[in-house]
């Protein structure tokens, strides 16, 4: 089955109401690489009509990562931690919340077309007789490097805040102080929470719980987005 076959089949089967089924043929296209911004999104609607919240929101956090101005989806993500009573991500901020909303796209279209109409203008501007002339250019040139940084500068938060570790717990699960079964249990994290993962120890993952603590799930239990 080829990805056009295997979309129709995840789509067909979705309408069907076969969300195991759906489930399985868009997973199947993330995996074959073809996960777009509407495979991952229809991937977490299928999730959601199994009953599996969790991997919905893993999901939808996807999406977003590919088309982070679609507010259908952030509303949707947001209405579904409601629904499961979680609180504000830990390690969350103001900043990582603008940060979450950057297209990086257009940002690497905004560098690099500031940056090639400046250098224009700076190897133009000796070549022109008029004053003013030079004068407007290199005003011009000034204005399309200040664009260049400002798109440089949100490139730069995009890929800050992808790197910081977030991920979403797919199932409930207990955190403890450290990462094997013995040992106590510091809280529980909630199906669909946001999270951030700290560093990895074999089957364990240590999460950022924000206020300086921490705790050690199963990496079972979270998965990362975008990984």
Known sequence: MNLAQRAAAAAQAYRDGAYEEAVQDYQ?????????????????????????????????????RLAPRDEVVRRQLENLRAEA????????????????????AGFALV????????CGLVILRPHLRAPWRKTVAGLFAGLAFAGAVVGGTGLALVEWDRRAGWAVAIESVDLRQAPHEGA????????????????????????????????????????????
Do not use: Q
């Open 85 to 104: 009573g979680v609180v504000r991500p830990a390690g969350d901020s103001v900043l990582h919340g603008v940060a979450a909303r950057l297209d990086p």
């Open 28 to 64: 199947a296209l993330v995996d074959a690489g073809a996960g777009s911004a509407d495979v991952w999104f229809n991937l977490g609607n299928a999730h959601y009509h199994t009953g599996a919240r969790g991997k919905a929101a893993w999901a939808w956090e996807n999406a977003l």
């Open 111 to 118: 560098l690099l077309a500031g940056w090639i109409v400046g």
């Open 184 to 227: 106590g249990v510091v809280g529980r994290l909630e199906e669909a929470a946001r999270v951030r993962i700290r560093r990895r120890e074999g089957s364990w993952v240590l999460l950022d719980l924000g206020a300086g603590r921490t705790g050690w799930s199963r990496a079972g239990a979270i998965a990362p987005i975008g990984g």
